[in-house]
């Protein structure tokens, strides 16, 4: 890649706040190693930790439905599904450990209560519908969250968001192509489809975040790049593009306010129950205990397996350093291995 | 999915060690999409081994046909230039140095 020949004069220095704002005016990524204010490392640790915590913590709601798919078919595609949150989380904690943070610090921090996790995931799964509906209508939001999110100032955060959405459109067809298959089906089928729609829609309206006025952060990550729409915009835009989808599948949208406004030219919709919200951030959702004690039962029995890992990894780099042999090594572009006879047994 | 959780009671911000304490260590992962291609830089991951890493990189990052061969490095063992040196370090000041420095009549041709 070539820059355009120029012979301008060099710009005269500046000091590192200059050189971070004026980056970030001019639509440039902030990398790792880039001076930052302390401020924007906290916020974006923060925010990034938790899009971490909530997609590992995401895959317990769908994972308790993996035994009862009702087809084989279904039952691989929740898994791959399933396998593709957690994915995502490890993504995010990357992206997170550039900053100066261990997963494992974060992990900690998730397990002791200290950060927190998208409170759409403290709602249970109670039926085959709920599946249709958090693809459809939970993985909506979250593209429509994640689009923006491609775009934000700090690159490894913006980078791990576009192979995020890539994945997120394959995790909201299969959703809405389950809702489809339960509206045509048996008259059950249908008001079990309705059903699911009227239990997820205003949690998911929610995942957006408290509205602009009573939402003290966005001016600050608007003028970083962080955020580059706020909370009611996306919103809205999720109302938007959702409404329609419903209207196609025969359901209705269980909120009575819901109209389009000509004048606007979006839906206007009905208030939102943030009293609700809350209690369920601060841990009096249906599942909020449920979600961490299966998360921490996961990790306390794993630890055997972790440790074991670790003294296999050292047992075998002080065997491989006595013979004076390498275990692998890159040549010619490709991984090769030497296999000693140790290694054999 | 979503990250808008505002602060609640007891939540709090991570200490920054700028090290990775406790778990396994880490990798840069580095993928060729397809033969005649470079291997490129695709992301970390933890693991106990550099065996293991390629495994947790192919299931991590190659779970839609994106590569054809995966490196892991130590991610101890990357050595960066200076961000904060980069206009003294990278020469931007040579524009002779392209091919549009140069005018060339237009009968000429294409050169």
């Not at chain 1, 120029?6 to 004026?22: I, K, N, Y």
């Not at chain 1, 399933?82 to 100066?100: M, N, P």
């Not at chain 1, 979006?266 to 449920?290: A, L, M, T």
């Not at chain 1, 630890?303 to 390498?326: D, L």
């Amino acid at each position: 890649m070539t820059t355009t020949p120029s012979l301008t004069p060099p710009a005269p220095p500046q000091s590192p706040e200059e050189r971070f704002q004026s980056l970030i005016g001019a639509g440039e990524k902030i990398e790792p190693r880039d001076w930052m204010p302390e401020a924007y490392r906290s916020t974006m640790i923060r925010q990034i930790a938790q899009h971490a915590h909530s997609e590992v913590i995401g895959q317990q709601p769908e994972g308790n439905w993996i035994t009862r798919a009702p087809t084989l078919v279904r039952k691989a595609i929740l898994i791959a599904k399933v396998q593709d949150e957690a994915g995502h989380g490890l993504y995010l904690y990357s992206a997170a450990e550039t900053l100066g943070v261990s997963r494992h610090e974060l992990t900690e921090l998730l397990h002791a209560g200290r950060q927190k996790y998208s409170s759409i995931f403290n709602y249970p799964t109670l039926t085959w519908a709920d599946i249709g509906c958090i693809g459809w209508l939970v993985d909506g939001a979250a593209i429509t969250n994640q689009v923006m999110l491609s775009r934000t100032s700090y690159g490894p955060y913006a980078r791990a968001m576009v192979k995020i959405c890539k994945e997120e459109s394959f995790h909201q067809r299969q959703g809405y192509e389950i809702m489809l298959s339960l509206v045509k089906g048996t008259e059950a089928q249908r008001a079990m489809a309705q059903d699911a729609l009227n239990r997820w829609w205003w949690p998911s309206l929610v995942m957006f975040g408290p509205p602009d006025t009573d939402s003290p952060h966005t001016p600050e990550s608007v003028a970083w790049g962080i955020k580059l729409e706020t909370n009611d915009e996306l919103r809205q835009r999720f109302i938007d593009t959702t409404v329609p989808q419903a209207d196609h599948l025969g359901l209705t949208i269980p909120d009575p306010e819901l109209r389009w406004n000509d004048e606007r030219g979006h839906y206007d919709f009905g208030p939102i129950d943030w009293d609700d919200f809350w209690r369920v951030i601060k841990g009096d959702g249906p599942c909020n205990r449920e979600r961490m004690a299966h998360k921490l039962a996961a990790w306390n029995e794993g630890a055997w397996v972790r440790e074991a890992a670790q003294a296999h990894a050292a047992k075998r780099a002080a065997r491989a350093a006595a013979e004076g042999t390498e275990h692998r090594r890159v040549h010619e572009g490709d991984v090769t291995t030497d296999e000693t006879a140790g290694d054999q047994q | 999915m979503s990250y808008h959780v505002p602060k609640a009671e007891g939540e709090i911000d991570p200490t920054f060690s700028g090290r990775a304490t406790g778990g396994y260590p880490l990798w840069e992962v580095f993928i060729r999409a397809k033969r005649g291609l470079n291997h490129v830089h695709a992301g970390s991951i933890h693991a106990p081994d550099a065996e293991t890493a390629v495994l947790a990189a192919r299931d991590v990052y190659t779970r839609r046909s994106e590569g054809v061969s995966i490196w892991v490095v130590p991610s101890a063992q990357i050595h960066a230039s200076d961000p904060d040196e980069a206009d003294a370090f990278f020469d931007s000041d040579k524009p002779y140095r392209h091919p549009t420095f140069y005018e060339i009549p237009e009968e000429v041709g294409h050169m």
